[in-house]
């Protein structure tokens, strides 16, 4: 019998990855995970973890999502603004026009589909970042969009990261 209180049957079993990019490519993970350093060096780290969880939405990369959504809880993030991420449009009141302008840069960067990052979208952060944030905060959105594409290309399984020990 489960333990979960709305289960009524077992859940369905975890999916396997396809590979372990990591392993069979160690240096090319290194590599990525040097640039996510680099990336995030003075871009505040709440913002980062709504950065990276809104490009992980859009991505549809729920290894990604049980990561970042687990980092922004453990670093005091509310669990009402992680949810409301997803519909941050209809919720604007839950964040301050600075990280409304970084999750709409991070919708136009990680949706490059759409056409190119309007001018009015980057001039809107520009206003609320310098040149080095600025940056530094295309940077981390790139990256989380390297690290997106990596765990879904390869069906990374969700729901066994611990935060803090990435």
Known sequence: MTTHAHATSEYVPEHTPRLNWAEHAPEVYKAVARL????N???DPVLAELVKIRASQLNHCAFCLDMHTKDALAAGESVQRIVQL????ESRHFYTEREIAAIELTEAITV???GFVPDEVFEKAAKHFDETELTHLIASINVINVWN?????TRMVPGHYTPGSH
Not at 86 to 89: D, I, K, L, N, V
């Open 36 to 39: 996510d350093a680099a990336a």
């Open 41 to 43: 060096k003075g871009v």
């Open 86 to 89: 997803s519909a941050w449009e």
């Open 112 to 114: 490059l589909t759409d």
């Open 149 to 153: 594409r990596f765990a879904v290309s």
